[in-house]
């Protein structure tokens, strides 16, 4: 059975996805702090210092009455939240790494079909007797009419 094992984690499609988890996992923590580090203080900024990641509302009260000074304070006093901060934070994230991967894989689709690039025709047809005939002739041997070169 570890042989199995082996043999199946060494396999190329297994090591190629265990990579491509780690490096989208990467991805998604430097994602994470450009919206809660970069993107999200100069907009909380302009609309009038307000922290994203502070915004909730309490639904009920914890050991320690409210009102609550951060979603810290809150979850601390054991308070039950509903955190449409961070859902707004997550959901930039999300639209920041779905940009990211709609432009890696249109990327590849513009490599892609410029690799099928349709190849040039080899053979054309008579037009005295409809045969498919090598693109070069000049006679067709079927019907030997003479053809105008192409």
Do not use: W
Request: with cysteine; aromatic share 8%.
């Amino acid at each position: 059975m570890l042989k199995d094992f082996k043999e199946f984690a060494m396999r190329g499609n297994a090591v190629d996805m265990a990579v491509g988890i780690i490096i989208g996992a990467a991805f998604g923590t430097i994602v994470r702090s450009i919206v809660s580090d970069i993107i999200m203080p100069p907009i909380g900024l302009l609309l009038g210092n307000v922290d994203f990641s502070n915004l909730f509302v309490v639904l009920r009260g914890g050991a320690m009455p409210g009102p609550y000074a951060s979603l810290v304070d809150a979850q601390s006093a054991g308070a039950v939240t509903l955190n449409y901060g961070v859902f707004i934070n997550t959901i930039i994230s999300f639209i920041i790494v779905a940009f990211a991967v709609f432009l890696v894989v249109r990327y590849m689709n513009k490599l892609k079909r410029k690799e099928e690039a349709p190849a040039e025709p080899t053979t054309k047809e008579c037009p005295y007797c409809a045969t498919i005939i090598p693109i070069k002739a000049t006679r067709c041997p079927h019907c030997t009419s003479e053809l105008k070169a192409a």
